[in-house]
């Protein structure tokens, strides 16, 4: 933009700002105020900060530095003058706080009375020669206000003019007083006249002090006005179902109210009781606190208090603990709100009879139906929303007492309204977002974004914490002003470990498996490819990545499926990457209705990442009673919904999983790539030897690799890279053995290096035996 048009631009914010209070697009100002060099041109952007922020706080301390900025860079700036001119009379309001007196008692003797009136006389002189400078000061202020038409900043200084004025005449009647009061006790006779004068002055100076902070109290703008509970939920981002929602409940209860008071008979009461549901950070406390409000604003309950509790306080360990922490904290609601979060876990599933969770709900239902508290406390249940309908519907005496009406699901926040929950946390610190910090921000809620368990509100909130944290650590005598505003990029960036080498390179660095490498790199290509025709507008063929691994033990299925899940990472296509190992016993359960929930707990650690099944065709059994085709079907329906958010890998012997795959026809659909993992050569699994005892910085004898290549061409030593790295470890074993039982060895240190045909033999030879 070139300079005639930006200087139109602000032109237009100024405008905007004097008419409406606020900018349009605040985004576009702080941008360009990131970005500006020009002096004139900060000054005035400045100055518009400054004048938004004092239309919600006339006093606001950060807008008069930001004028004394603007000031600084552009001497000239008229606006910011005149606005400068609404906090100078502010500090202004100790100005009479000298005039203290000590009390003149008649009784005191006359030494006593000589110095209590030279402290009249010292007090008067100090205040008056500092009055007398802001006479001429506030005359000037006021005939400046009057001259821009401000009627408001215009009075004020009227007012205190006048004040001030009436206050250095009276305190120069009090001056003088005060000196033919001293006289008269220096002299042989005094009279009670003097001391009369004295009090009299005395008195009209103490009414003009109060005069004094009266006008300040009367333009004090510190002075909180308490927002109405509907007011506040309004403003909150998002939220718009749940708003809508609770608007009603709020109209409703005032309709029952006027009804109530006009005297028509209302016999069933809406129940205050109400289940919040949602995922963490969506605000279910912070509705909680505001229905408590809203029930207290319009009577319905004597108080707002919200008494939060959770099982650890409820549940105890002991009969008749539970009962006694239960009925102890409904006392303390009485009036209130009773807030159990994560109610869901007073039910816990399977729970043995020393669990007291079930006491807890049960007395929780009769006091809330008892004639001594019933229908004098509310209770909001909350907690994720699958547990909580599971819960309720476990509980039917629980369910009763919460109609589905006063039911609220909380959903997640889009991308964009947890951008502007990051302005609001960072505008709360008096920071800005530059739009690459929201970018940033935006791509770190995306990497966050991986299961239920996602923050929110509360993950965003710690992200914009932790730039100003990082900010703040690496900041050192900054005496930019404009630096302390801004939230940048680099105060979001993540500080990534470095890894050893990338994924493509641990893949080529893998022995043998040329094919099934060349495979997967190709399939990496078509993902990189696929992913920047997306980001291009481009249509985009589905990408299948579900993959079965088949091969005999020890052939690097594991070892390419951890490099698997790196390489989707590297491509963006896996937020984490992580590779979570399972076999039949992290699934399945032994009985009717856990294993399910067992193979969801899995799949949830695996999101964003790689679910690898070893020996997966050990899930399909012909056995009645089995639990192994529930696996199946609960993978089959969490991998659909779940999409590109989980890969799954199962690993096997070719027959066996071909088997499997058969079983269910959604398990196969779901599995379009097969990559075979071929028996080691014997010169593969030497070279995998090798490689494991240089990492330790050992190395084999010619003798001993020759003596090894001859062993591994043996039908017992064939193609199982485990073995040999079990191997290895043996021989060392046998190295050590064989130096420490030789007292007198020479040249330890070149010999520990060596790994020997004798070692290699002693080996080989136990395992044949």
Same mark, same amino acid.
């Given at each position: 933009?070139?300079?005639e048009?930006f200087l139109r631009?602000i032109?237009? #914010?100024?405008k905007?700002v004097? $008419? /409406?209070?606020?900018?349009f697009?605040?985004?576009?100002?702080?941008?360009?105020l990131?970005?500006?060099?020009?002096?004139?041109?900060?000054?005035?952007m400045?100055?518009i900060?400054?004048q938004?922020r004092m239309?919600?706080k *006339?006093q606001?301390?950060?807008? @008069?530095?930001?004028?004394?900025k603007a000031?600084q860079?552009?001497?000239?700036n008229?606006?910011a003058?005149e606005?400068?001119?609404q906090?100078? #009379?502010?500090?202004?309001k100790?100005?009479?706080?000298?005039?203290?007196?000590?009390a003149i008692r008649?009784?005191d003797n006359?030494?006593? *009375?000589?110095k209590?009136?030279?402290q009249?006389?010292e007090v008067?002189? &100090?205040f008056?020669?500092?009055?007398?400078? /802001?006479l001429d000061?506030?005359?000037s202020?006021?005939?400046l206000?009057?001259?821009q038409l401000?009627?408001?900043? &215009?009075?004020i200084?009227?007012?205190?003019l006048?004040t001030?004025?009436?206050?250095?005449?009276e305190?120069s009647?009090? %001056?003088?007083?005060a000196?033919? @009061?001293?006289?008269?006790?220096?002299?042989?006779?005094?009279t009670s006249?003097?001391?009369? +004068?004295?009090k009299?002055h005395?008195? *009209?100076?103490e009414?003009?002090?109060?005069?004094w902070q009266e006008l300040?109290?009367? @333009?004090?703008d510190e002075?909180h006005v308490e927002?109405?509970?509907?007011?506040? =939920?309004n403003?909150?981002?998002g939220m $718009?179902?749940?708003?809508k929602?609770?608007?009603?409940?709020y109209?409703?209860?005032?309709y029952q109210?006027q009804r109530?008071?006009l005297?028509f008979t209302?016999?069933d009461e809406?129940?205050?009781?109400?289940?919040?549901?949602?995922?963490?950070g969506?605000?279910?406390?912070?509705i909680a606190?505001?229905?408590a409000?809203?029930?207290h $604003? %319009?009577g319905?309950?004597?108080?707002?208090?919200?008494?939060e509790?959770?099982?650890t306080q409820?549940?105890?360990s002991y009969?008749?603990q539970t009962e006694?922490?239960?009925? &102890?904290?409904v006392?303390?609601s009485i009036?209130?709100v009773l807030?159990? +979060?994560?109610?869901?876990?007073?039910k816990r599933?399977?729970?043995?009879g020393?669990?007291?969770g079930?006491?807890a709900i049960?007395t929780?239902?009769s006091?809330m139906t008892?004639d001594?508290f019933?229908g004098?406390?509310a209770?909001?249940?909350?907690?994720y929303?699958?547990e909580?309908?599971?819960f309720l519907?476990a509980n039917?005496?629980?369910?009763?007492?919460?109609?589905?009406s006063?039911?609220?699901?909380l959903?997640n926040y889009?991308?964009?309204?947890?951008?502007?929950?990051?302005?609001k946390?960072?505008a709360e610190?008096?920071?800005?977002l530059?739009?690459?910090?929201?970018t940033?921000?935006?791509?770190?809620?995306e990497?966050e974004q991986v299961?239920d368990?996602?923050g929110?509100?509360?993950t965003?909130?710690?992200i914009v914490l932790?730039?100003?944290?990082?900010k703040?650590?690496?900041?050192?005598?900054?005496?930019n %002003?404009?630096?302390?505003?801004?939230?940048?990029?680099?105060d979001?960036?993540v500080?990534v470990?470095q890894?050893d080498?990338?994924?493509s390179?641990?893949?080529?660095?893998?022995?043998?498996?040329?094919?099934?490498?060349?495979?997967?790199?190709?399939?990496i290509?078509?993902v990189?490819?696929?992913?920047f025709?997306?980001?291009n507008g481009l249509?985009?063929?589905p990408?299948q990545?579900h993959?079965?691994?088949t091969?005999n033990?020890g052939t690097?299925?594991t070892?390419v499926?951890?490099?698997?899940?790196?390489?989707?990472k590297e491509?963006g296509?896996?937020k984490r990457g992580?590779?979570?190992?399972?076999?039949?016993?992290d699934?399945v359960?032994?009985?009717v209705?856990?294993?399910a929930?067992k193979?969801?707990?899995?799949?949830?650690?695996?999101?964003g990442?790689v679910?690898?099944?070893?020996?997966a065709?050990s899930? %399909?059994?012909h056995?009645?009673?089995?639990?192994?085709?529930?696996?199946?079907?609960?993978?089959?329906?969490?991998m659909?919904?779940?999409?590109?958010?989980?890969v799954?890998i199962?690993?096997g012997?070719p027959?066996e999983?071909?088997e499997l795959?058969? &079983?269910n026809?959604?398990?196969r659909s779901r599995?379009k790539?097969f990559?075979?993992?071929?028996?080691?050569?014997?010169?593969q699994?030497?070279?995998?030897?090798?490689?494991?005892a240089?990492?330790?910085?050992?190395?084999?004898?010619?003798?001993?690799k020759?003596y090894l290549l001859q062993?591994?061409?043996r039908e017992?030593?064939?193609g199982n890279g485990?073995l040999a790295?079990?191997?290895?470890?043996?021989i060392i074993?046998?190295?050590?053995?064989r130096l420490?039982?030789?007292?007198?060895?020479?040249? =330890?240190y070149e010999k520990?290096? #060596?790994?020997e045909?004798g070692?290699?033999?002693?080996v080989? $030879?136990?395992?044949?035996k």
């Open positions: 933009m070139n300079r048009l631009q032109q237009q #914010w100024e905007e004097k $008419e /409406k209070g606020e900018i697009n605040q985004g576009e100002l702080i941008t360009a990131s970005k500006e060099t020009n002096p004139i041109f900060l000054s005035k400045l100055t900060i400054a938004s239309q919600k *006339k606001d301390q950060l807008a @008069y530095t930001l004028l004394n000031l860079l552009y001497p000239n008229q606006t003058k606005f400068l001119m906090f100078d #009379w502010i500090k202004l100790d100005l009479f706080s000298v005039l203290t007196f000590p008649e009784t006359r030494t006593a *009375k000589k209590i009136a030279e009249y006389i008067c002189e &100090s008056l020669l500092e009055a007398e400078e /802001k000061e506030f005359q202020k006021y005939n206000s009057s001259s401000n009627k408001e900043l &215009s009075h200084y009227k007012q205190l006048e001030l004025t009436e206050a250095v005449q305190v009647y009090l %001056l003088k007083a000196k033919e @009061y001293e006289q008269s006790i220096i002299g042989v006779f005094h006249t003097y001391y009369e +004068d004295l009299q005395l008195a *009209k100076v009414n003009l002090k109060r005069n300040f109290t009367q @333009y004090d002075t927002e109405h509970a509907l007011d506040q =939920l403003e909150l981002i $718009e179902t749940v708003k929602r609770v608007n009603d409940f109209r409703f209860l005032k109210k109530k008071e005297g209302i016999k809406l129940s205050l009781n109400m289940v919040i549901t949602g995922n963490p969506t605000g279910k406390t912070t606190r505001l229905l409000k809203i029930y $604003e %319009l319905v309950l004597p108080r707002e208090e919200v008494i509790t959770n099982r409820l549940v105890g009969v008749g006694e922490n239960v009925r &102890s904290i006392e303390r009036g209130g807030f159990i +979060d994560e109610a869901y876990s007073l599933e399977g729970q043995s020393n669990d007291y079930q006491v049960d929780l239902v006091l008892s001594e019933g004098k406390f209770v909001i249940l909350a907690g929303p699958e909580m309908r599971n519907d039917p005496g629980l369910r009763s007492r919460f109609p589905v006063n039911m609220i699901h959903p889009s991308n964009e309204e947890l951008i502007q929950i990051a302005e946390t960072a610190n008096d920071y800005f530059t739009e690459e910090a929201k940033e921000i935006s791509h770190r809620l990497q299961d368990t996602f929110n509100a509360r965003v909130r710690n932790e730039a100003i944290f990082k703040g650590s690496r900041q050192e005598n900054e005496k %002003l404009i630096e302390f505003m801004f939230l940048k990029k680099e979001f960036s500080d470990t890894k080498g990338s994924p390179e641990k893949l080529n660095q893998l022995i043998g498996l040329d094919q099934l490498k060349k495979e997967i790199q190709t399939l290509s078509f990189k490819m696929q992913q025709r997306r980001n249509p985009t063929v990408i990545l993959s079965v691994f091969g033990p690097g299925k070892t499926a951890k490099i698997y899940a790196e390489l989707l491509c296509l896996l992580h590779l979570v190992v399972t076999s039949r016993a699934f359960a032994g009985y209705g856990q294993t929930g193979t969801k707990k899995k799949i949830r650690e695996a999101l990442g679910l690898f099944i070893d020996e065709y899930l %399909l059994s056995s009645a009673g089995d639990f192994g085709k529930e696996v199946i079907d609960t993978l089959v329906d969490e659909t919904k779940h999409n590109e958010n989980l799954v199962l690993a012997y027959g999983m071909n795959l058969e &079983s026809p959604g398990l599995f790539k990559y075979y993992f071929p028996d080691y050569t014997p010169e699994i030497l070279e995998i030897m090798l490689l494991y240089n990492k330790y910085q050992y190395q084999f004898t010619d003798e001993s020759e062993t591994l061409s017992q030593f064939k485990r790295v079990n191997l290895v470890d043996e074993q046998a190295q050590s053995a420490m039982n030789d007292e007198g060895i020479n040249s =330890l520990s290096l #060596w790994l045909a070692d290699v033999k002693a080989i $030879e136990n395992k044949e």
